[in-house]
């Protein structure tokens, strides 16, 4: 079966067009994204934020029915 994925396609070409850019210089290129994730502001998803969202509904949904929640929580 020879069938190729355009998603795949696609990030595979952006990858090999952005490590030929800096050279295959590992270090420059996750510089250059650290840059432009400052850039991007409040575009960006901050998962810190999310994480204790998650935590809060688990909390609370734990009030609810009773029963603990959470990472730490003992097996049902």
Not at 6 to 32: G, M, Q, T, Y
Not at 44 to 70: C, F, P, Y
């Amino acid at each position: 079966m020879n069938w190729e994925d355009p998603i795949v396609a696609e990030v595979r070409r952006i990858r090999e067009e952005l490590s030929a850019k800096f050279n295959f210089d590992l270090a420059a290129i996750f510089a250059d994204i650290r840059s432009r994730q400052g850039e991007a502001g409040d575009r960006l998803i901050h998962l810190k934020g999310r994480q204790k969202a998650e935590q809060a509904d688990a909390r609370e949904a734990a009030d609810v029915s009773g029963t603990e929640a959470g990472p730490h929580a003992p097996p049902a």
